[in-house]
């Protein structure tokens, strides 16, 4: 009898993966695209091909590597867009997107990026990685005084499937939550209907205001508060990548699409810790089909485009976070054992880790930089002296 690729672990990881990325900040695709001046066509083509590309990158590499990969889109930088892209026309944006995708195509080809990432130390790649997941850690309980008898279930659900049946906890957690939510009349929206998103061109524009003001804020904001990030978390788990080959294979990806409103592609951290726990599957090995199962949601995301989002924006704020939370219990507890367990970098780690979770933002880049920037100083200052 042969075996069936995917369990029940590996499908429920990717989908909880592909629910908390897209309801924690589609809202701001959205938005950034209204920027741009897209109509509602042209915001469904964003979609259908930020869906696409993810699929795409996140089931290939996987399934060359045989290690769970999974990718996203830039959600600092859909944040950046929605002010970036004010004065510029959609034509404009588009071609910062290419500027944008052929910069992370030449990081990739060069592989000066994954030079820079192996000179990191593993203490401070998981304090950084601790600091950008507590805050998912500590929204359990903020939702749970919220919403007590949501959050409250998921919890008491939780706590016994983890300890007899920890294949099938966030399956579990996931069927309770949605049950809880109707039941308690959480869910808002209109009746949803099912329509096939359809591919927009847009021929891209040039110019020297969109490189300057789009394409290279863009860029660095999706290397650095990203793309590093994402690194950070495959090597807390001990999966090992040929960083410059992904980088090569998300930009290229990204130069296809951008021309249909696929702005920035890079790995996966906070949805890429999910697939990559317990959670995911008992023998680490196989955890990549929890990678290759998000890309099969991601791929109905995109192509249902705008009916699926509207889905994930129906529902309740504290079911997602208390979802994310609970499937992510476990890295945050990994991270934070392998950030101290070296006492010599006790202290750099700590303070990476509250740098990073602290939320700052300096010149446009996120906490998850600056963590590793102020926290490599003070490992260099204690190491000398």
């Not at 959600?75 to 004065?87: D, F, H, I, M």
């Not at 994310?324 to 006492?343: C, N, P, R, V």
Request: charged fraction near 10%; aromatic fraction near 10%; hydrophobic fraction near 55%.
């Amino acid at each position: 009898m042969r075996r069936q690729f995917f369990s029940i672990s590996h499908l429920s990881a990717g989908f909880v993966a592909v629910v908390v990325g897209f309801t924690s900040s589609v809202a701001i695709i959205f938005q950034a695209a209204r920027a741009a001046g897209a109509n509602e066509g042209q915001i469904s083509s964003w979609i259908l091909a930020l869906g696409l590309g993810m699929a795409l990158t996140s089931a290939g590499f996987s399934l060359r590597y045989k290690v769970p990969v999974l990718t996203a889109w830039s959600t600092p930088g859909a944040a950046l867009l929605v002010t970036a892209l004010s004065g510029h026309s959609l034509a404009e944006a588009y071609g910062a997107f290419v500027v944008s995708a052929l910069l992370i195509l030449a990081s990739g080809l060069t592989g000066w990026f994954e030079k820079v990432m192996d000179r990191i130390p593993m203490p401070l790649a998981n304090a950084m990685l601790a600091g950008i997941l507590v805050q998912f850690g500590t929204g359990i309980f903020t939702e749970l005084a919220a919403s007590p008898w949501l959050v409250g279930g998921m919890l008491l659900v939780y706590l016994p499937a983890k300890r007899w049946l920890p294949r099938y906890a966030m399956l579990l957690v996931l069927l309770v939550g949605v049950g809880l939510a109707l039941l308690l009349g959480l869910f808002h929206g209109p009746a949803l209907s099912l329509t096939l998103a359809t591919p927009q061109w847009v021929t891209p524009q040039f110019t020297f205001s969109g490189i300057l003001g789009v394409a290279l804020p863009l860029f660095l904001v999706t290397m650095a508060s990203q793309n590093l990030p994402g690194v950070a978390v495959l090597r807390s788990h001990r999966f090992e990548v040929p960083i410059s080959k992904v980088l090569t294979g998300t930009g290229l990806v990204n130069l296809l699409l951008a021309p249909f409103g696929g702005f920035a592609f890079n790995l996966a951290a906070i949805t890429a810790a999910i697939c990559m726990g317990e959670e995911a599957g008992q023998e680490p090995r196989q955890r990549y089909k929890a990678a290759v199962a998000a890309g099969v949601f991601y791929l109905l995301a995109g192509l249902f485009g705008a009916s699926i989002v509207a889905l994930f924006a129906a529902m309740p704020k504290a079911l997602v976070m208390a979802l994310a939370g609970l499937a992510l219990l476990g890295t945050i507890a990994g991270s934070l054992k392998g950030a101290l367990a070296d006492s010599a970098s006790t202290e750099p780690a700590l303070i990476t880790f509250l740098v990073t979770a602290s939320g700052m933002s300096l010149l446009g880049i996120g906490s998850a930089f600056w963590g590793l920037v102020i926290g490599g100083l003070s490992l260099v200052f204690f190491s000398r002296r």
